[in-house]
Antibody
Framework: EVQLVESGGGLVQPGASLKLSCVASGFTFSDYWMSWVRQTPGKTMEWIGDIKYDGSYTNYAPSLKNRFTISRDNAKSTLYLQMSNVRSEDTATYYC??????????WGQGVMVTVSS | DIVMTQSPSSLAVSAGETVTINCKSSQSLFGSVRQKNYLAWYQQKPGQSPKLLIYLASTRESGVPDRFIGSGSGTDFTLTISSVQAEDLANYYCQQYYDTPPLTFGSGTKLEIK
């Protein structure tokens, strides 16, 4: 059974940094492109970016490229999202997903990030 | 970026009725090489993460009931749920993967059961 378990969220102050993790199991992690998608409290879905199966290539939403970094450790079957200089508009539930040709095959349960002072 | 516009934003129906959700893209999602439309539909039940329902506009993911039907081509797409059941209470999202990055999503349709 495919499982994606995100962690690392919580309440964080504006301007701070935060690193989310997503541990994968039930499939060969190193075979898949992986993505991060967030859902705002108003339920809007926003793609953050993705990373190639070997970690050699990443894409980002232009509006987030300068503050967010996606990485992976295939030996640990773990995907990461490093968030820096967070803002109130980064408040959302963050999902890691497997992507096959752009299709979100499997989604984690999500982790909430709240940016507030 | 391709903009995805969904309608309606919400609807309420009685069990057994048929529901139609629309999704319009700002440019064609039809790929001439594979002759396919690069559009997916997701279902998000209350308190859960989204689940893939349909890809390539009309191909149901394994295990998805056949009352969920995806159709359309080019810029106009439809998700039809025939004989709606109480368990279909959810938000539904369309998403294009024709021109990426970025992947882009519709704003969602909230389905309520009367």
């Amino acid at each position: 059974e495919v499982q994606l378990v995100e962690s690392g969220g919580g309440l964080v102050q504006p301007g701070a940094s935060l690193k989310l993790s997503c541990v994968a199991s039930g499939f060969t992690f190193s075979d898949y492109w992986m993505s991060w998608v967030r859902q705002t409290p108003g339920k809007t879905m926003e793609w953050i970016g993705d990373i190639k199966y070997d970690g050699s290539y990443t894409n980002y939403a232009p509006s987030l490229k300068n503050r967010f970094t996606i990485s992976r450790d295939n030996a640990k079957s773990t995907l990461y999202l490093q968030m820096s200089n967070v803002r109130s508009e980064d408040t959302a539930t963050y999902y890691c997903i497997t992507t096959t040709e752009g299709i979100g095959d499997y989604w984690g349960q999500g982790v909430m990030v709240t940016v507030s002072s | 970026d391709i903009v995805m516009t969904q309608s309606p934003s919400s609807l309420a129906v009685s069990a057994g009725e048929t529901v139609t959700i629309n999704c319009k893209s700002s440019q064609s999602l039809f790929g001439s090489v594979r002759q396919k439309n690069y559009l997916a539909w997701y279902q998000q039940k209350p308190g859960q993460s989204p689940k893939l329902l349909i890809y390539l506009a009309s191909t149901r993911e394994s295990g998805v009931p056949d009352r969920f039907i995806g159709s359309g081509s080019g810029t106009d797409f439809t998700l039809t749920i025939s004989s709606v059941q109480a368990e279909d209470l959810a938000n539904y999202y369309c998403q294009q993967y024709y021109d990426t990055p970025p992947l882009t999503f519709g704003s969602g349709t909230k389905l309520e059961i009367k």
